[in-house]
């Protein structure tokens, strides 16, 4: 990698603090005095606003109104709202936060039930339902009382002599391990599937059904459900922010992502051990530096980078009432309370995956001019509204991610006493159904019997119809199935949706229900259905519909069609699976889910493919990393009657090669990773001395080795088929390698071919192949050199044999950047290490403040943007991104134009002052030999997939792996000083700072 910059959300700069009273007095002192809070912590802070004066400052989207609904005293520190099935209102105050009681001290944080007795729009009593709760900041109503969500535990609370006082505290879940008071086990919601979602479950948990069981759980969001009290993860991991929309989709975030969603639940990756997904949630709008935020008012973040872009993102919510037009009624809103202001995305469904567009290009939802508005969360009530809490304090980063002496100087309780309750409604003119702000209120009716809930799940309002499956399914209502099946025709789409997943949690569905919906109007009334299905699979007729479905106009009914095949070995099932990896297997996020159905028929799929002329034909670029995945199934499996099937069919005549050699390649892959009686597996091994079951067809593969040579070679051949043949060579001997090598580094060759030869060199793993690259380092081009060096630099005896040719003339030491030129030199090797002291001058001076004061000249300088950008794309691009140019191994670096110069150089200079954990770089050290350095970015049982540089993912098999280590350092090292002058650092800050992002 090059120059790594480490912006992250919490940094803590090193000790060391600017004169007072002088102010900074060097560069070091101004670059100090932009972290962990310096740059405003001297600032003189405006009051706290009365309720009205704090209304008065709020700036809200065009068509919308907004009033005051619960204040201090009646409310404080609220966090968190729900409504119970009378329609009462409850708020979670969050006392605790951020540094918890006194020593000794009772916990703080509590739940509140606020009543609007006059029937006003405004709350005017207040019941203390819960306190001395430890850190509780969520809530939901569940069974009748609440689901709360308080640092290491799930509570229960009820109020069974009604006098709005819970008499009922129990830990349904416990053992949680929290992060920090903004990150921990919470935010649960009622999905659409009648198991209850809540955000952050890390721990070793256990229930109140069964305390003496310990489940270990990963750094996933959590999961359980209310009948069972069954438990464990869902993909994807929020930090204080869960919901469902109208249609039963989960978003939640984290600080830098406002809206994320699960793409691929932990029990259907499940099924395909032999198929690794690297990504199972994703973002559904921008995150990081490419989000946008506007607020009114001054950010007061530790950290500058993140200004203008979501720091706290916290809250999202998806908007579930009938108010308002579809825009509105398709909104996600999420709070950013460092920034004063609240947003709204319009997320569209209409393909595979969701996206998020921004309702308003340059401005916010809700923005604030109060620097004391804080807000936390929103919630939809029965009348339709959206009500905020607004925490309303002084400060809401935690103490822990700032520097001790700044820390010290805050009142952290500031605002404590106060807080406030909004509502939040379309105008009257943008309102577009029957149900106004003013009178859907009355219109609730508060269900008193079963009937009563039946007939919420056909309101317009989605709190309502939540709340009717809700109390169906908790009571087990079963004698009103049959009312709830005759809304299976009702003419709205989410009310059929509601009937369904009802259905289902009444244990009640029937064929006939499955049946009916795949029928369905609505893409997502056959999404359901199709999830629905798989226990009725063996009835026929069900099984044709979801076959029928296969063909489906709606890509996303296509794809619960592939998922809902898994539970078919028929004969008609595995024909559906190919035509669907015909139709849609190009697109690999539709692979990923598609592969999960095909544990046991991989090997049948590859053969109806290549029996399909337009797969061959139309599919070759896109086919062949689908072709290897497959093949890659059938080798991590490692069945010898698949195997021989597939050998079969690579020896039958055909006019396209190129799908055989990616075959071969996939087999290749996943041989390693065969875990069985036959003990390791590789497909080298296999050709030269394979099983008795495989000897008469082995020869296939030999044949076409020994064709792959002459395809690569040939310079008539279509470059994808070249490409797929070059990676045969990989599995060759180098000896009868070697020369096609030479031949395809030289400069005649395309680039994409010189690239697949180095992969297939490094892989190869062959003694003599840095020789080869040595031999051919003149003749390649600037594109392909960062592959050659990372080669090059992979293993101990090629890195030796790179420093003697850079020693002896033949490759130039400037080849290397200066985190590699680092690690050589702090390399475990001796012999390695002296050598690249000899060449690279010795050690990396550790005098970072000394490089600081030296490169200070560098912020007055003249500077030109466009040289910047030069040395940017030089030094910079292999690990980072600006819109859009370069690679993301590291932090996008879109949005740092909001931080000073002076900050910008110390980060360069010193960027091991912290290191964030999700940017800690791990070495992977395989039984082969290999040597792999980068990010984790995703890990199964079965593999670890690691980030590199360039935006390249390296998968490596458990089995494979003889060393892991973390580094305490960044992945960007010091010593940047030794590639960049004064003047050209000085032109960097000015691309990143002033760029014109239009040119």
């Not at 912590?41 to 709020?58: F, M, R, Y």
């Not at 008012?297 to 308002?324: F, I, P, Q, R, W």
């Not at 001997?733 to 690239?755: D, G, K, M, N, V």
Request: proline letters at 5%.
């Amino acid at each position: 990698m090059r120059l790594f910059l480490l912006f992250a959300f919490f940094v803590a700069s090193p000790s060391g603090f600017a004169d007072e009273q002088g102010g900074p007095t060097s560069a070091l002192d101004v670059i100090e005095s932009q972290q962990g809070g310096r740059h405003w912590v001297g600032q003189v802070t405006a009051p706290p606003k009365s309720p009205v004066e704090s209304l008065a400052a709020i700036e809200i989207e065009t068509g919308f109104e907004i009033s005051l609904f619960a204040a201090e005293p009646l409310v404080r520190d609220p966090v968190a709202i729900c409504f119970d099935q009378q329609g009462q209102m409850y708020a979670v105050e969050y006392g605790d936060y951020p540094i918890g009681p006194p020593a000794g001290g009772q916990p703080l944080s509590r739940i509140v039930m606020l009543e609007d007795t006059d029937h006003d729009g405004v709350a005017d009593k207040r019941h203390v339902f819960a306190e001395n709760l430890d850190f509780a900041h969520s809530l939901m109503a569940y069974k009748g009382g609440l689901l709360v969500g308080a640092k290491t535990k799930v509570l229960f609370l009820l109020d069974r002599d009604g006098d709005h006082v819970a008499d009922v505290r129990q830990a349904l879940f416990e053992g949680f391990n929290p992060a920090h008071p903004q990150m921990q086990i919470g935010n649960p919601r009622w999905g659409i599937d009648n198991w209850v979602y809540l955000n952050y479950g890390p721990g070793e948990v256990s229930s109140a059904e069964m305390p003496d069981k310990i489940v270990s759980m990963p750094r996933k969001d959590f999961r359980f459900h209310p009948h069972s009290m069954e438990f464990g993860a869902d993909s994807g991991m929020g930090q204080y922010g869960n919901t469902i929309d109208r249609w039963g989709n989960r978003f939640y975030c984290t600080n830098r992502n406002p809206i994320m969603t699960t793409f691929l639940a932990p029990h259907v990756t499940a099924r395909n051990p032999y198929h690794v997904v690297s990504q199972t949630s994703y973002d559904v709008a921008p995150s990081g530096g490419d989000s946008k935020v506007f607020p009114i008012v001054e950010m007061k973040s530790n950290y500058l980078s993140h200004a203008g872009t979501y720091t706290s993102a916290c809250g999202t919510t998806a908007y579930t009432g009938d108010l308002g037009d579809e825009s509105f009624q398709n909104s996600v809103f999420v709070c950013e309370p460092i920034g004063h202001l609240v947003t709204r995305s319009i997320v569209s469904s209409t393909s595979l995956k969701f996206t998020a567009k921004r309702a308003q290009s340059s401005s916010d939802f809700i923005a604030s001019s109060d620097s004391w508005f804080r807000p936390a969360s929103l919630a939809v009530g029965p009348d339709g509204a959206l009500y905020l809490a607004d925490m309303y304090r002084l400060w809401v980063e935690h103490p822990k991610f700032l520097p001790p002496e700044i820390a010290d100087k805050l009142d952290w309780r500031a605002g404590e006493d106060r807080g406030r309750i909004y509502r939040i409604t379309p105008s009257l003119a943008t309102t577009s159904t029957a149900l106004t702000p003013t009178s859907a209120s009355q219109t609730f009716s508060i269900p008193t019997e079963p009937p009563d809930a039946v007939e919420l799940l056909s309101e317009s309002n989605g709190w309502r119809q939540f709340l009717g499956q809700r109390l169906l399914v908790e009571n087990n209502e079963l004698d009103q199935a049959a009312g709830v099946r005759e809304l299976l025709t009702h003419p709205s789409a989410t009310t059929r949706l509601h009937a369904i997943w009802t259905l289902h949690g009444l244990d009640s569905c029937t064929v006939a229900d499955v049946l009916m919906m795949c029928r369905d109007t609505n893409a997502f009334c056959r999404c359901a259905a199709l999830k629905l299905a798989d226990p009725f699979l063996e009835d026929p007729r069900v099984l044709a519909a979801v076959v029928q479905s296969a063909g489906d106009k709606d890509q996303r009914v296509r794809f619960e069609a592939a998922l809902s095949l898994h539970a078919s070995d028929a004969f008609a099932a595995t024909e559906a699976l190919i035509a669907l990896a015909v139709s849609d297997g190009l697109d690999s996020s539709f692979a990923d889910g598609l592969l999960t159905s095909l544990k046991e028929r991989a090997g049948l799929v590859i053969s109806g493919l290549v029996r399909n002329e337009s797969f061959l034909t139309h599919g070759r670029d896109g086919g062949i990393p689908l072709i290897k995945r497959l093949a890659t199934i059938v080798g991590a499996r490692g069945d010898l009657a698949e195997l021989r099937e597939l050998f079969k069919l690579l020896g039958e005549n055909t006019n396209h090669a190129w799908w055989k050699s990616a075959a071969i390649v996939g087999l290749g892959d996943g041989l390693p990773r065969y875990r069985g009686p036959q003990g390791r597996l590789n497909l080298v091994a296999m050709m030269e001395n394979p099983p008795a079951e495989l000897a008469n067809e082995i020869v296939n593969l030999r044949m076409i080795f020994d064709s792959g040579q002459q395809i690569a070679m040939d310079a008539n051949m279509p470059i994808a088929d070249r490409r797929a043949a070059i990676e045969l060579l990989k599995y060759q001997s180098f000896a009868s390698s070697a020369t096609s090598f030479r031949e395809l580094l030289s400069i005649h060759q395309p680039a994409e071919l010189q690239l697949a030869g180095i992969d297939a060199l490094r892989v190869s793993g062959a003694s003599d192949a840095a020789e080869v690259l040595l031999d051919r380092w003149s003749q390649l081009g600037p594109a392909v050199r960062g592959d050659a060096v990372a080669f090059l630099l992979s293993r101990t005896e090629s890195t030796r044999t790179t420093l003697a040719a850079m020693a002896s003339g033949k490759m130039n030491p400037a080849a290397l950047s200066i985190d590699q030129r680092v690690r050589l030199l702090k390399h475990s090797d001796p012999g390695v290490s002296n050598q690249a002291s000899e060449l690279f001058g010795g050690v990396v001076s550790s005098n970072r403040q000394q490089v600081a004061q030296e490169y200070e000249s560098a912020l007055t300088k003249a500077a030109d943007a466009n040289h910047g950008k030069e040395v940017f794309t030089r030094v910079c691009a292999a690990c980072h991104r600006i819109n859009g140019h370069g690679h993301l191994a590291g932090p996008d670096l879109s949005d740092v134009r909001n931080r000073s110069k002076a900050a910008l150089l110390y980060d360069i200079l010193d960027p091991n002052s912290k290191v964030e954990p999700s940017f800690v770089a791990y070495t992977i050290l395989t039984l082969d030999g290999g040597i792999y350095t980068g990010l984790v970015e995703s890990e199964t049982d079965e593999v670890i997939v690691l980030k590199m540089a360039e935006g390249k993912s390296m998968l490596i098999g458990r089995a494979e792996i003889d060393q892991m280590k973390a580094s305490e350092v960044s992945l960007m090292p010091e010593g940047i000083e030794k590639d960049i002058t004064p003047q050209q650092m000085a032109d960097l800050l000015a691309y990143l700072k002033d760029r014109n992002d239009e040119n």
